[in-house]
C-alpha cells in the first residue's frame, strides 16, 4: 500500500507564500508523475502543476509563473511552492503521484488534502 501526506497549507493574505509538500511512503518500487490538483466544492479535481521523474513540469495557466513544483526523488518527496497567491487560488489541493508497487503493477495514488485559503 501507498500513502501520500501533504503538508503546509493555510491562510496567507494576498501577496503571500506557501510551500505544499506530500511525501510518499510504503510499497513503493519507483515514481512516475507527482503532481498537484486543486479542487472546489461541487467542482471537478483540476491540475494545477505536475512534474516527471525526470524533471520536466507543467503547469496551469492560472499559476504560470507564480508556483514552482519540484521534486526530491531520494526523499519521494514533491513540492510546490506558492508566491504571488490571490484570493482566488483558495482551494484544497491534493498530492497525486502514480506509483509502481511491483514490477508489473502501476497504481494512482492520491493524498488527503490540503486547504489553501488566501484572503483579500
Known amino acids: 500500500q501507498v500513502q501520500l501526506v501533504e503538508s503546509g497549507g493555510g491562510l496567507v493574505q494576498a501577496g503571500g507564500s506557501l510551500r505544499l509538500s506530500c511525501w510518499a511512503s510504503?510499497?513503493?518500487?519507483?515514481?512516475?508523475?507527482m503532481g498537484w490538483y486543486r479542487q472546489a466544492p461541487g467542482n471537478q479535481r483540476a491540475l494545477v502543476a505536475l512534474?516527471?521523474?525526470?524533471?520536466?513540469?507543467r503547469y496551469s495557466d492560472s499559476v504560470k509563473g507564480r508556483f514552482t513544483i519540484s521534486r526530491d526523488n531520494a526523499k519521494n518527496m514533491v513540492y510546490l511552492q506558492m508566491n504571488s497567491l490571490k484570493p482566488e487560488d483558495t482551494d484544497v489541493y491534493y498530492c497525486?503521484?502514480?506509483?509502481?508497487?511491483?514490477?508489473?503493477?502501476?497504481?494512482?495514488?492520491w493524498g488527503q488534502g490540503t486547504q489553501v485559503t488566501v484572503s483579500s
Open positions: 497525486n503521484a502514480w506509483v509502481k508497487v511491483s514490477s508489473t503493477a502501476l497504481g494512482d495514488y
Open positions: 510504503g510499497s513503493i518500487f519507483s515514481i512516475y508523475d
Open positions: 512534474i516527471t521523474s525526470g524533471g520536466n513540469t
